[in-house]
C-alpha cells in the first residue's frame, strides 16, 4: 500500500492569451465560455484611464449585454464583493470579466464565490481550511490584469479584508482560478512609474518566497527563477520607460510566474506586509519592497543554497556560495532604490511603538507557515525593526 503522506500534487492549467493587443478577444473568449450576460468588474481610475472602453466596444461588437461594479479599493473589503455581487444578480449575469490590478481580479474572484454560496465569506478562509466548503460550480470568469505585481489572473485565491476583524483574509480554492487570463501589455502601459515599481516587486517577492519557501514542487521553482531572471532584467527599463512594451510584457510574465510558482507557498515577507496594508494603507507591492531584504538576510541562513541562486538571477557575481547569499539582500535594496522607491517603514508612518502590534498580527497570518525558517512573534519583530530604518 502506498503512503499517501509522501506524495504530492502539482498543478498548471490555465489558458492564456498573450500579446499586444490581446485584450481585444475578450468578447471572444467569453463567447466561447458560453457568456451571454457579462459583469465587468473594474475601479475608477482603469474607467478614468479609458482602458475600459476598448472592452466594452468588444463586447458591444459580439452582442455581449454588460453591466459594471466599478467600486473596488486597492485593498479591498468584504463590503465591495457584495455590492458586486449584488450587481451580478441583479443583471442576471452569467460570466464576469476582471479588469485591474490584483485587488480588482480578487474581488471578481470572489464576486463568483457569494453569488453561488451562502455567506458569510468568513466561513471560506483559508486558515481554517474553508476551502473545502466551495463545493458548488461558479461562474466563468475572464481576466485581465492591468499591473503586473500579484499574478492573481493566474491565481487560485482571493484576499479580502473581512468587517467583522478588519483582516487581510485568503480565500483559496482551485474553483476560483480564472478560466482565461489575458496579458496586453498595452493595458499596463498607464501604470505611473510608483505603481509599475511597487507592484513589480511584489512580483518579485512572490517568485522569491515561492522559490524560498517549504515543500517540493520543482516545477514551480524553476518558475520562480525565472521570475526573478525578469524582473531583474525588465523591471526598472518598465518603471523608466511606460511604453516600452517588451519591458511591460516581461512583467506580465514575471508576474504571472510568481503566482504560478507560489502555489507551493510564500514566506514571512508576506506576513509583514500584510498588516501594514491593512493597518496603515501601505501599497502591499511597496509593503514587500520595504520587508524583502531583512527576510533575505533571515533566510540564508538555513538555505544559503537557494538564497544565492536568487542573488545569482539578480545579477550579483561570483561563485562562492557564502558571498552570494550575503549580496541577495543588498542587491534587492539596489533594484528597490533604483527604482525610486522608499527604503523604510519610518518613512511611510510606521513608528517603533507599533512594531509589537504588528507583529502579533503578522504571526496570525498563515503565510510564514512555510517561511524556510520557522518564525516567532519575536522573530518577525525583529524583522519590523529592522526594516524601520532599512537604508
Known amino acids: 500500500m502506498t503512503d499517501s503522506s509522501n506524495l504530492v500534487l502539482w498543478s498548471f492549467p490555465t489558458r492564456v492569451v498573450a500579446g499586444e493587443g490581446a485584450a481585444k478577444q475578450c468578447a471572444n473568449e467569453a463567447r466561447q465560455l458560453g457568456g451571454t450576460r457579462v459583469l465587468l468588474v473594474s475601479d475608477r481610475g482603469i474607467e478614468k484611464a479609458g482602458l475600459l472602453e476598448p472592452i466594452r466596444e468588444s463586447l458591444d461588437a459580439a452582442g455581449l449585454p454588460h453591466a459594471a461594479a466599478l467600486d473596488v479599493s486597492s485593498n479591498p473589503l468584504e463590503s465591495e464583493v457584495l455590492a458586486a455581487a449584488r450587481v451580478f444578480e441583479d443583471f442576471r449575469a452569467d460570466l464576469v470579466l476582471a479588469v485591474g490590478g490584483g485587488s480588482v481580479l480578487d474581488v471578481a474572484k470572489l464576486v ?17 481550511g474553508g476551502g473545502t466548503r466551495i463545493v ?9 490584469p492591468t499591473t503586473a505585481g500579484t499574478g492573481s489572473e493566474v491565481g487560485r485565491s482571493g484576499v479580502v479584508t473581512l468587517e467583522a476583524t478588519n483582516t487581510k483574509t485568503v480565500i483559496f480554492a482551485p474553483s476560483l482560478l480564472p478560466n482565461v487570463a489575458i496579458l496586453d501589455p498595452v493595458m499596463t502601459a498607464t501604470m505611473p512609474p510608483f505603481m509599475t515599481a511597487a507592484t513589480g516587486m511584489d512580483a518579485l517577492a512572490h517568485c522569491i518566497e515561492a522559490y524560498s519557501a517549504l515543500g517540493d514542487h520543482p516545477m514551480a521553482d524553476a518558475i520562480a527563477l525565472g521570475g526573478v531572471r525578469l524582473c531583474h532584467r525588465s523591471l526598472r527599463a518598465a518603471t523608466e520607460s511606460p511604453g516600452d512594451l517588451k519591458a511591460r510584457t516581461e512583467m506580465l510574465k514575471a508576474a504571472m510566474m510568481g503566482a504560478v510558482a507560489f502555489q507551493k507557498g510564500l514566506g514571512a515577507c508576506h506576513s509583514l506586509a500584510h498588516p501594514l496594508s491593512t493597518e496603515f494603507g501601505l501599497h502591499h507591492g511597496l509593503a514587500n519592497a520595504i520587508c524583502l531584504p531583512a527576510v533575505l538576510d533571515f533566510n540564508r541562513v538555513v538555505i544559503p543554497d537557494r538564497i544565492a541562486e536568487i542573488a545569482h538571477q539578480l545579477g550579483v557575481r561570483g561563485d562562492d556560495e557564502g ?15 533604483s527604482l525610486g522607491l522608499p527604503s523604510d517603514l519610518r518613512s511611510q508612518g510606521i513608528q517603533e511603538s ?32 529592522a526594516s524601520l530604518d532599512d537604508g
Do not use: W
Open 323 to 337: 558571498t552570494l547569499s550575503f549580496e541577495c539582500a543588498g542587491a534587492v535594496r539596489a533594484l528597490r532604490r
Open 354 to 385: 507599533d512594531l509589537q502590534r504588528l507583529a502579533g498580527l503578522a504571526y496570525k497570518d498563515v503565510c510564514h507557515q512555510l517561511n524556510p525558517r520557522p518564525c516567532t512573534e519575536d522573530d518577525l519583530l525583529a524583522l519590523y525593526k
Open 112 to 128: 463568483r464565490l457569494a453569488v453561488t454560496h451562502p455567506a458569510p465569506l468568513a466561513q471560506y478562509d483559508d486558515a481554517i
Open 136 to 144: 458548488e460550480p461558479l461562474p466563468p470568469m475572464i481576466a485581465v
